[in-house]
């Protein structure tokens, strides 16, 4: 590939990231939103769509993260292995940034799946 196509990709790749992130946030908020304003409406049966829906979903969410975390690096060393210049994000900083974006994905994701079980325990209708 040619400089001009790697930084192309590094970008779209980057986009793909960010895009990934608002909708992890997105699903995250409408299943807090859900669980903590209608947890009396909801069977159990419901509650258990949400929690392994959204398991399903986040956990997706989280591994195409670091799918294409992975692809950039390698465009990265591609770029550095031709000879050209570094694009501007290949620095420390977004490196921490990435891994910490990660980490939040990964706590926040822990924390929203105990907060269903534990806001919807005694809230539950039965699913009679």
């Known amino acids: 590939m040619t400089e001009y196509e790697l930084h192309q990709m590094i970008g779209q790749s980057i986009d793909t990231l960010h895009s990934l992130n608002e909708f992890w946030l997105t699903i995250s908020f409408g299943v807090v939103v859900a669980v903590t304003y209608a ?12 929690f392994y829906g959204y398991l399903a979903a986040a956990t997706s969410l989280i591994l195409g993260r670091f799918s294409v975390s992975y692809v950039v690096t390698k465009y990265v ?52």
């Open 77 to 128: 060393q591609q770029l550095q292995g031709a000879g050209y210049d570094n694009p501007p994000h290949a620095n420390p900083i977004a490196l921490l940034s990435t891994i910490g974006i990660f980490f939040i994905m990964v706590l926040g994701t822990v924390t929203i799946l105990y907060y269903i079980k534990k806001i919807t325990k005694n809230n539950v209708q039965s699913s009679t």
């Open 39 to 50: 947890p009396k409406l909801l069977t159990r049966a419901y509650i258990a769509i949400i």
